[in-house]
Structures are given as C-alpha cells and as structure tokens.
C-alpha cells in the first residue's frame, strides 16, 4: 500500500519496536480478538485505577498496521479515562473509515489515515481498538472483569 513517506516511518517504527507489548502480573481486564479476514490475533489488557486505564499491554500477532496501531493505542489510552479513552476510540473508528474526526487528539495515530483507502486493511487497524472497547466494556459493566472467549472482531 502506497502511505505518506512519514507516516510509513511512523507505522514501521511501531511496528519493529511495538510500545507496551508484553503482558500484565495482577488483576487486569483481558481480551482476545481475532480479525476473521486473516486469523491474526490481539489480546489486550488494561490494569484500572478506579476509572483510569493505570496500565496497558498487548501481545499478539499480525501486519505491519495491526502491530503499529496497537502499539500506537497503547501509547494514547494510557492516563485516560475510560470515556476519553472510547472517544477517541470513536474518533479513530471515523477516521479509519474515512468520515471526518472532531477530534484533534489523534496525534501519531493520523499516520494510519491513509488505511481508509485500503478496506481490506480496515479490519487490521481496527483489531485492537475493538479490543478496547470490549475490555472497556467489560470494566463497565463488571468493575473487573475477563474475556477470554476468542471473540472475532467484526
Ligand atoms: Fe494467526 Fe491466530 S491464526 S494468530
Ligand atoms: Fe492480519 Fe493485518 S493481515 S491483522
């Protein structure tokens, strides 16, 4: 796929030096998603502080994209709220999709913009990130919580 020069050094260099892979000790909320298109995969685990995400990480295997905007994510929910870290969730759902984002707090996460012109991709962008919605649902809904039913993201 043809990407912005600089976007693509963005991308790869999350993708060669993933932030925040590995895995949680403790209580953490975990979810694993596979993208049915390829059979990759993404398990996602976040350790709470009351309704902010402490800490985040991930392990898994997938391309280039599913790599970087998990690392990427990692990176920006980290701090958050639960409902910032679903809105900017959303944000990037729209941009992936290519519908306007109101959102300036993307950050290096636009270096992925250019997957919305690659729908066989989408689902690579958004693997983990569905992942944090499930996980963040799951904090909601139960307090703590896990997910370890091999759910496919849609
Ligand atoms: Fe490739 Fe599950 S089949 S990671
Ligand atoms: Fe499997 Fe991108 S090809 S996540």
């Not at 020069?5 to 909320?29: C, F, S, T």
């Not at 690392?71 to 941009?95: C, W, Y």
């Not at 984002?101 to 690659?118: H, I, N, P, R």
Request: net charge negative; proline share 2%; with cysteine.
């Amino acid at each position: 796929m043809q990407l912005d020069d600089l976007y693509r050094q963005v991308i790869m260099d999350h993708y060669q030096h993933p932030r925040n892979r590995g895995q949680l000790e403790g209580d953490a909320v975990s979810v694993h998603l596979h993208n049915p298109t390829c059979g990759d995969d993404v398990t996602l685990q976040l350790a709470m502080d009351g309704d902010v995400v402490r800490d985040v990480r991930f392990q898994g295997v997938g391309c280039s994209i599913s790599i970087a905007s998990a690392s990427m994510m990692t990176e920006a929910i980290r701090g958050k709220k639960l409902d910032d870290a679903l809105a900017l969730s959303d944000s990037f759902h729209r941009m992936i999709r290519g519908e306007e984002t109101d959102s300036e707090d993307l950050g290096d996460l636009e270096a992925l913009q250019g997957v919305s012109k690659f729908p066989a991709r989408v689902k690579c962008a958004l693997l983990a990130w569905n992942a944090l919605e499930r996980a963040v649902g799951i904090e909601k809904n139960r307090g703590r919580g896990t997910d370890d039913g091999d759910g496919a993201a849609g």
